[in-house]
């Protein structure tokens, strides 16, 4: 089975241009989660979603970020505009949408902000 | 709310000794707890989980954690540490019902000496 996929798998970008990470979850499963991961802050929730519908966006850092979840199979996260304080790793997971249910993880998008 | 608190953000350990990384979970309901290790340039996989049946879980890779009430512990174990166990490990805990959240410990880079 394909596991979670993301892209770009790296991204590199100039301060003030709009960055649009990608997640397509695995097959069948409900919820999706997007999260960060820096050196100082460790992994972050940033959204998670259930049914494509947003639950929880209590983590997104600021209106610069939104994220959109336009069908089962599709995920966006969008930046703009970008700022170096967004580098990090940026990970999207999917899981059955039952909480004993394991959360299964992309390999991440490397993003750097210049 | 929910907490983990992982002890040691490095340990290092021989080849063939034991290999035991602390996590000591909060909640305030009955939780769901994780295990969860992480590769160089992957994704989080998941280890193993406790979800309220056997409070000893067994894990892939030779890998077991025990659930203990009274000391708010799931510590992770490895009998014999192999060179392929270095790794970033993460504990995480979900309370038992409402939204599934995961919130993630700061995790415990695990280092094998030849």
């Known amino acids: 089975d394909a596991g979670v996929i993301q892209s770009p798998r790296h991204e590199v970008t100039e301060m003030g241009q709009e960055v649009t990470l990608r997640c397509k979850p695995i097959?069948?499963?409900?919820?999706l989660f997007w999260y960060r991961q820096t050196m100082m802050r460790g992994l972050e929730l940033l959204i998670y979603?259930?049914?494509?519908?947003?639950?929880?966006d209590s983590g997104m850092p600021e209106d610069r970020f939104s994220a959109k979840m336009p069908n089962a199979s599709f995920s966006t996260l969008k930046i703009q505009p970008s700022e170096p304080r967004d580098s990090a790793v940026y990970f999207c997971?999917?899981?059955?949408?039952?909480?004993?249910?394991?959360?299964?993880f992309g390999d991440g998008t490397r993003l750097s902000i210049l | 709310a929910q907490s983990v608190t992982q002890l040691g953000s490095h340990v290092s350990v021989s080849e063939g000794a034991l290999v035991l990384l602390r996590c000591n979970y909060s909640?305030?309901?009955?939780?769901?707890l994780f295990w969860y290790v992480q590769y160089p340039n992957q994704g989080l996989q998941l280890l193993l989980k406790?979800?309220?049946?056997?409070?000893l879980v067994k894990g892939i890779n030779g890998f077991e954690a025990e659930f203990k009430k009274s000391e708010t512990s799931f510590h992770l174990t490895k009998p014999s540490a192999h060179m392929s166990d270095a790794a970033e490990y993460f504990c995480?805990?979900?309370?038992?019902?409402?939204?599934?959240?995961?919130?993630f410990g700061t995790g415990t880079r695990l280092t094998i000496i030849p």
């Open positions: 997971a999917s899981s059955l949408g039952d909480r004993f249910q394991p959360q299964h």
């Open positions: 097959s069948g499963h409900n919820s």
């Open positions: 979603f259930n049914n494509n519908v947003p639950i929880d």
């Open positions: 909640s305030s309901v009955p939780p769901y």
């Open positions: 406790y979800t309220s049946a056997a409070t």
């Open positions: 995480a805990v979900t309370p038992g019902f409402g939204n599934e959240k995961l919130t």
